[in-house]
C-alpha cells in the first residue's frame, strides 16, 4: 500500500485543505483514499463512528475520501485547556493531561500507538494521505517528534513541503527549511508545493526555478488560492482573527470569541444565510447591541471561560440583550454557561472550583471525568435535527423539564427558558439541519434558505479538488508515493 506526506513550512499554510483536496482528487480517480494525522492540536473535534474524537480537519478529509471517520485517522489529539496544559486523547479516548513540562517526553512514547493507528488504516486502502503539524524547521521540537519527520521516518513516508507565498518569503521559507533540517530528515522530502498564490503563476517561475536549485526538491506545482475554501469548516482559530467584510441589512448573530473556544465550525452553516450576519465578537469590542441573536459556542475550560466572559463585560452585554427581548443559544459550553452554577469539584478543567453562570436557564452543571461523545438524532423546534455531543459533566435542574431536543434514543437533550428565547442544547452540528436552522431564524424574523449544508461543503471539496488536479503534478506525487512507479 502506498503514502504521500504533505508538510508545511509554518502553521496555516494550508496543508488541511490541500489534503483533503488530494484526497478527492484521488478518490475521484478510484482510489482508495484514507487521511491520517498523527497528532494534532485543536479545540475544534468530530465524534467518530468508533465511538471517539478526532480532529475536525481529518473529519473532513475523511468526508473527501467518502469515508466514515474513525479514530484511527488521528490517533494523539492534543485539546489545549489552559495556557500550559492541554488534555490528552489517545485513540479517540481521554488518557489524561500533558503540560508544558512533560510534554515532549509523553509524545514520543505514543510514537507507537500512532504506527498501530497507520498501520491499520494502510491496510484498508490504496494509499493513505498524511497531514504534519506546524513546521519540520521547528527542529528545537525535533527530539521526539511524531507529528512530522519523526513520523515520516518511523513510518518510511515520502514527504512533499508546502510553502503559502500569500504570507511572503516562501522562497526563504522553503530554502531556510532545507538549510536547518537534519540530512537525513531532507532526504525525506520529494518536492514542494506553491500555495496560496495570486495572479499570474508564470510571474513567478524564476523563483519556482531558484527553489529547485537551491533546495534540490522539485517543484509539483503552484496552486492558486483556492476561494471554494472559504466553503469548508475551519479547524484552526487563526481564523478568527480575521475580521469578517462588514454587510448590510442583514440580522446579525454575534458569537464572543472565549480563550478557549471549541467547535466555532458549529455556526459555519448560518454563514450560509443571505438574511444573517455571523459577528465574531474578540477580546476588547462589546457584544453589538444590534445582534438580533447572540451564541455562546463550544468551551474547553468552561469556568475559565466564564471568567473571560466576565472580565470583558459580555456578562452585562449578554443580559441587557436578553431584557430586549432577544434570542440567545448556547451550545455545549455555552449551554453550561447559561445555568445558575457550574461546579467542578475533581478539578477536570484545573484548580477544584465552582463559579456562578448566568442564570438564564434554571440548571446547574457539575464537571466529571467520563465525557460523553457519541452521534444522536432527533426533533427540536418541530424539525428533525442531527449532530453529536462531546462533553465532561451532566446538566440538571428544573430547566430541562422543557428539553430543547426529543432524541430518538428516547433521550432528551438541553433546556429552553419559559419565554423560549434562551435555549441551551449539548449537540454539536445541529445547525447543519436545514430545517432546524429555518426555525431558529424565523425567531430572529429570517427566513432561511434551506441549503444544504453537507451537500455545500461536499460540492465545495469537489471544487478544490478539480482546482488542485488542473496545477498539481498529482501523477508525479503518486509515483514519490509509490504508484505508478
Given at each position: ?16 485543505v490541500l489534503v483533503a483536496a488530494l484526497c478527492r482528487a484521488l478518490t475521484h480517480r478510484g482510489l482508495r483514499v484514507l487521511p491520517f494525522k498523527p497528532q494534532n492540536m485543536s479545540n475544534n473535534a468530530a465524534v467518530t463512528t468508533d465511538g471517539g474524537e478526532i480532529g475536525r480537519a481529518q473529519a473532513l ?425
Open positions: 500500500m502506498a503514502a504521500l506526506m504533505l508538510q508545511g513550512t509554518g502553521s496555516d499554510v494550508g496543508k488541511s478529509q475523511a468526508m473527501a475520501c467518502r469515508a466514515e471517520p474513525h479514530s484511527d485517522m488521528n490517533p494523539v489529539l492534543l485539546k489545549p485547556q489552559a495556557d500550559r496544559t492541554s488534555q490528552l486523547i489517545v485513540h479517540g479516548r481521554v488518557r489524561g493531561t500533558l503540560g508544558s513540562g512533560n510534554f515532549r517526553e509523553a509524545r514520543g512514547a505514543l510514537m507507537t500507538e500512532v504506527l498501530e493507528s497507520y498501520h491499520r488504516l494502510r491496510s484498508r486502502c490504496d494509499i493513505v494521505i498524511v497531514e504534519g503539524a506546524g513546521s519540520p524547521a521547528e527542529i528545537n521540537l525535533r527530539a521526539g517528534d511524531i507529528a512530522n519527520m519523526g513520523f515520516a521516518r518511523a513510518a518510511d513516508v515520502p514527504v512533499i513541503l508546502i510553502g503559502d507565498i500569500d504570507r511572503g518569503g516562501v522562497i526563504a521559507s522553503i530554502v531556510g527549511t532545507r538549510a536547518v533540517i537534519e540530512a537525513e530528515d531532507a532526504a525525506m522530502i520529494r518536492g514542494f508545493l506553491i500555495n496560496k498564490f495570486r495572479g499570474d503563476p508564470a510571474l513567478f517561475d524564476d523563483g519556482y526555478r531558484e527553489i529547485e536549485r537551491r533546495s534540490g526538491w522539485r517543484g509539483l506545482g503552484v496552486i492558486p488560492w483556492l476561494s471554494a475554501a472559504a466553503r469548508l469548516p475551519s479547524e484552526d482559530a487563526v481564523i478568527l482573527e480575521r475580521p469578517a467584510d462588514p454587510r448590510e441589512e442583514r440580522r446579525i448573530i454575534a458569537c464572543p470569541i472565549l480563550p478557549r473556544i471549541s467547535n466555532f465550525d458549529d455556526l459555519d452553516p448560518l454563514k450560509l444565510e443571505p438574511g444573517v450576519e455571523v459577528v465574531m465578537v474578540p477580546p476588547g469590542r462589546p457584544i453589538p447591541a444590534e445582534a438580533a441573536m447572540i451564541i455562546l459556542p463550544g468551551s474547553k475550560a468552561v469556568i475559565a471561560d466564564m471568567a473571560a466572559l466576565r472580565a470583558e463585560g459580555w456578562d452585562i452585554d449578554i443580559r441587557a440583550h436578553h431584557r430586549r427581548g432577544g434570542t440567545i443559544v448556547g451550545l455545549c459550553g455555552g449551554y453550561q454557561m447559561l445555568g445558575r452554577r457550574i461546579a467542578d469539584p475533581l478539578g477536570i478543567e484545573g484548580a477544584p472550583a465552582e463559579v456562578e453562570g448566568l442564570g438564564l436557564l434554571d440548571v446547574e452543571t457539575e464537571l466529571s471525568p467520563a465525557k460523553i461523545l457519541r452521534q444522536v438524532a432527533g426533533t427540536a423546534l418541530g424539525a428533525p435535527v442531527a449532530g453529536y455531543e462531546m462533553h465532561m459533566g451532566e446538566t440538571r435542574g428544573p430547566g430541562t423539564k422543557r428539553a430543547f431536543a426529543m432524541l430518538e434514543d428516547g433521550g432528551r437533550d438541553g433546556a429552553v427558558d419559559p419565554a423560549g428565547r434562551v435555549i441551551g442544547s449539548y449537540l454539536h452540528g445541529l445547525f447543519a439541519s436545514p430545517a432546524l436552522r429555518r426555525a431558529l431564524l424565523a425567531r430572529i424574523g429570517v427566513t432561511g434558505n434551506g441549503r444544504d449544508y453537507a451537500a455545500d461543503v461536499d460540492a465545495a471539496l469537489d471544487a478544490v479538488a478539480a482546482e488542485f488536479a488542473r496545477h498539481a503534478e498529482i501523477d508525479a506525487m503518486l509515483r514519490i508515493a509509490g504508484i505508478g512507479a
